[in-house]
């Protein structure tokens, strides 16, 4: 198994969070929010997924990431099955906290269910 550059497999590190900083954290009528995935040592987007207010507690308490499928209408959390997980270094709202960056460092193959290392391999004009 790879993993990312300067990277040691490790548990993951719980992130401290307030109730003030909760309370900045807006999330949609669905009770979700959109979340970017980053890699700390590339900045290389990996993914994008969504997180409810449970998702983003067990993400904080654990320092791995977990998101809530909207099709599946479930939690899952990354790398569980495929070994490819993401551990959580930092976590950031934005101006409006209605969206989430996480930084993490990426595990595996990388975050792609396709087995790309990021969910962002396609760009228009390819043919």
Request: charged share 25%; glycine share 10%; net charge negative.
């Amino acid at each position: 198994m790879t993993q990312s550059a300067g990277s040691a497999a490790r548990p993951g590190r719980p992130v401290e969070v307030t109730e003030a900083q909760l309370a900045g954290v807006q999330f949609g009528p669905d009770g979700l929010l959109p979340v970017v995935v980053q890699e700390r040592h590339t900045n290389e987007v990996l993914m994008v997924a969504y997180m409810d207010r449970e998702a983003l507690r067990r993400t904080c308490e654990t320092g791995r990431t977990w998101f809530y499928s909207r099709s599946r209408r479930e939690y899952w959390q990354k790398g569980e099955t495929s070994g490819d997980r993401q551990y959580v270094e930092e976590i950031f709202y934005d101006c409006d906290g209605d969206a989430l960056l996480v930084m993490v460092i990426q595990e595996g193959r990388g975050a792609c269910h396709t087995g790309n290392h990021s969910c962002f391999y396609r760009h228009f004009g390819e043919e």
